[in-house]
């Protein structure tokens, strides 16, 4: 039996988390959605919605395709890891995985396909903006909410100043 200490090892997220790792996350996550839209492969849209919420509550823990990225990709791929803080990608994936199930309960549970591959749409150009330029619109929202106090500051100290950062970067 597990102790308190090992299931609450097991469901945390990660702080920070790579970068690197986080894009090839969502490129995984692409190619299951353009799958979806393309080939109408509609069955994936399980293993998506599980991986979202497994990502949710145990980072790459529990996720084949966090997984596959945190122990085989990135580190076969010898590039530096850039750490970025944890909240805001656990909010991102937050998003995703309600995304994914609204679809997979639409597509399953109504029938209504239109409906799903609108929701998964949204999850193909959100996860092609992280993958391919390093735009995390989960985590700009995230940080729109903190500023606006509906997230408190203490839940990312990191995130306090992440508009200044990321307009510090740019210049």
């Known amino acids: 039996m597990q102790s308190k200490f090992e299931m609450q090892s097991l469901f945390s997220f990660p702080n920070p988390v790579n970068e690197v790792s986080a894009r090839l996350v969502a490129g995984g996550v692409v190619v299951m959605t353009l799958v979806v839209l393309v080939f109408g492969q ?3 849209l399980i293993p998506l919605a599980y991986g979202f919420v497994a990502r949710v ?3 790459p823990t529990l996720s084949p ?3 596959l990225v945190t122990r085989g990709v990135t580190p076969r791929l010898g590039v530096a890891g850039k750490p970025v803080p ?3 990608k656990r ?3 937050g998003i995703g995985a309600t995304l994914t199930v609204s679809a997979a309960v639409l597509y399953f549970g109504f029938r209504a396909t239109t409906a799903a591959d609108v929701l998964i749409a949204m999850v193909l150009a959100a996860a092609t903006l992280e993958s391919v ?3 995390c619109v989960g985590c700009k929202l995230f940080a729109i909410l903190m500023r606006a106090g509906i997230i408190p500051e203490d839940v990312c100290e990191e995130c306090n100043n992440i508009w200044n950062r990321s307009g510090a970067a740019a210049a």
């Open 86 to 88: 944890g909240p805001p």
């Open 91 to 93: 909010f991102a994936q």
């Open 57 to 59: 509550a145990t980072g």
């Open 65 to 67: 395709l966090g997984q």
């Open 133 to 135: 330029f390093a735009y």
């Open 42 to 44: 509609h069955w994936l």
